[in-house]
């Protein structure tokens, strides 16, 4: 089982950056695709952004543009570079892993097994 802590979150405005990282441990990192998923209460959770074990990138039609997934296999961590924020990109933001075993779409919260705590990501306007 893989464990996962996200960080860097933070309260920023509108058109600024952040960098979010997520630290992976008790698994073997390279052998899980990696997902960036974000909620705001009441809300569904929405797929943001994946990078597979090879490094082929999916992202939301939002998101795309302004943030990039990347992956550091030796440091084990994943991370989304976020740019040109907005405010409607407030949420909870969640880090996931998925052993990639059999078909995928990528997108949906039940082909992530093991998941973050969650890191707040607030823009002001």
């Known amino acids: 089982q893989v464990q996962l802590v996200e960080s860097g979150g933070g309260l920023v405005q509108a058109g600024g950056s952040l960098r979010l990282s997520c630290a992976a441990s008790?698994?073997?990192?390279?052998?899980?695709?990696m997902g960036w998923f974000r909620q705001v209460p009441g809300k569904e959770r929405e797929f943001v952004a994946r990078?597979?074990?090879?490094?082929?990138?999916l992202y939301a039609d939002s998101v795309k543009g302004r943030f990039t997934i990347s992956r550091d296999n030796i440091k084990n961590t994943v991370y989304l570079q976020m740019n040109s924020l907005k405010p409607e990109d407030t949420a909870l933001y969640y880090c996931?892993?998925?052993?990639?075993?059999?078909?995928?779409?990528?997108?949906?919260?039940?082909?992530?097994?093991?998941w973050g705590q969650g890191t707040q990501v607030t823009v002001s306007s």
């Open positions: 990078i597979s074990t090879g490094g082929r990138l």
């Open positions: 996931a892993a998925d052993p990639a075993v059999g078909l995928r779409s990528g997108v949906r919260e039940n082909e992530y097994p093991y």
């Open positions: 008790g698994g073997t990192f390279s052998r899980y695709a």
